[in-house]
Antibody, heavy 120, light 110 residues
Framework: QVQLQESGPGLVKPSETLSLTCAVSGYSISSGYYWGWIRQPPGKGLEWIGSIYNSGSTYYNPSLKSRVTISVDTSKNQFSLKLSSVTAADTAVYYC?????????????WGQGTLVTVSS | QSVLTLPPSVSAAPGQKVTISCSGSSSNIGNNYVSWYQQLPGTAPKLLIYDNNKRPSGIPDRFSGSKSGTSATLGITGLQTGDEADYYCGTWDSSLSAGVFGGGTKLTVL
């Protein structure tokens, strides 16, 4: 069974970089699929952040593109998110998920999510 | 402001049917598959419908999806109190080269 688990600091200071990792078990990232990040501010809807293939090919939300980097480490079967110059508006629950290869493919497996608060 | 438009809320009585419509454009829904997700309070979203009308294993046939033009619809029949959740549509936007979600619809089963 495919499982994803987010990890990283729950508190980040404004202007710093938010860093999260998603560990995947039950499936090898090298075998395929895209791997993505989605966030949800408290009380609000889902926002697509970006996704990465095992080759390193990435797609990013244009509104976040200048601040986002998603990378993959196939040797550790995990992928990561970095979001720079964070503000309070970046406070959200961050989810990692697996996505089918085709562009409009669904996110079929999700992590439980991790709350990241941006505050001094 | 979400790229895809969902009604903020819908409600219906137990046992009844409800539909939720997701409106987009030719750059997203009009030319791409649509997925639907259910998010129960305090949990991660769960895939309900993919490729417009397909159900993953384990999703009951009370849930259905359809698409016409630049709109997609989620239908839920035989409503149960356990269906109370937020529902999201999602797809790819070819102009943005990025995924997009609707703002979410809160379903209340009265």
């Amino acid at each position: 069974q495919v499982q994803l688990q987010e990890s990283g600091p729950g508190l980040v200071k404004p202007s710093e970089t938010l860093s999260l990792t998603c560990a995947v078990s039950g499936y090898s990232i090298s075998s395929g699929y895209y791997w993505g990040w989605i966030r949800q501010p408290p009380g609000k809807g889902l926002e697509w952040i970006g996704s990465i293939y095992n080759s390193g090919s990435t797609y990013y939300n244009p509104s976040l593109k200048s601040r986002v980097t998603i990378s993959v480490d196939t040797s550790k079967n995990q992928f990561s998110l970095k979001l720079s110059s964070v503000t309070a508006a970046d406070t959200a629950v961050y989810y990692c998920a697996r996505r089918e290869i085709y562009g409009s493919g669904p996110f079929d497996y999700w992590g439980q999510g991790t709350l990241v608060t941006v505050s001094s | 402001q979400s790229v895809l438009t969902l009604p903020p809320s819908v409600s219906a009585a137990p046992g009844q049917k409800v539909t939720i419509s997701c409106s987009g454009s030719s750059s997203n829904i009009g030319n791409n598959y649509v997925s639907w997700y259910q998010q129960l309070p305090g949990t991660a979203p769960k895939l309900l419908i993919y490729d417009n009308n397909k159900r993953p294993s384990g999703i009951p046939d009370r849930f259905s999806g359809s698409k016409s033009g630049t709109s997609a619809t989620l239908g839920i029949t035989g409503l149960q109190t356990g269906d109370e959740a937020d529902y999201y549509c999602g797809t790819w936007d070819s102009s943005l080269s990025a995924g997009v979600f609707g703002g979410g619809t809160k379903l209340t089963v009265l």
